[in-house]
């Protein structure tokens, strides 16, 4: 069974930072191309980065320049980076593997303005 558990957010101040982790396991990681998925309040579910198993990233227009996916494939576990946060940046924020079903519980992330 694949599982994903994402943590590390939290309240944060406009400019702040913050980075998220997911753990992932019942898979072959290393295979994967996975990305991390945000949903705004109100709003679906989005993808706004993913990294290949080739370590080739593409970022959303929102997130460039402030946010940076990475990944060890060692421990099976994905980051993400989060700088300069905005409001906007408000959601909770899942890992899925890009061509799979499974979701993680997300973690919530909330920046004040």
């Known amino acids: 069974q694949v599982q994903f558990v994402e943590s590390g957010g939290g309240l944060v101040q406009a400019g702040g930072s913050l980075r998220l982790s997911c753990v992932a396991s019942g898979t072959t990681f290393r295979w994967k191309d996975i990305g991390w998925y945000r949903q705004a309040p109100g709003k679906q579910r989005t993808l706004i980065v993913d990294?290949?198993?080739?370590?080739?990233?593409v970022y959303a227009e929102s997130v460039k320049g402030r946010f940076t996916i990475s990944r060890d494939n060692a421990k099976e576990v994905m980051y993400l980076q989060m700088n300069n946060l905005k409001p906007e940046d408000t959601g909770v924020y899942y890992c899925?593997?890009?061509?799979?079903?499974?979701w993680g519980q997300g973690t919530q992330v909330t920046v004040s303005s």
């Open positions: 899925k593997y890009k061509w799979g079903p499974y």
């Open positions: 990294v290949g198993s080739d370590g080739n990233t």
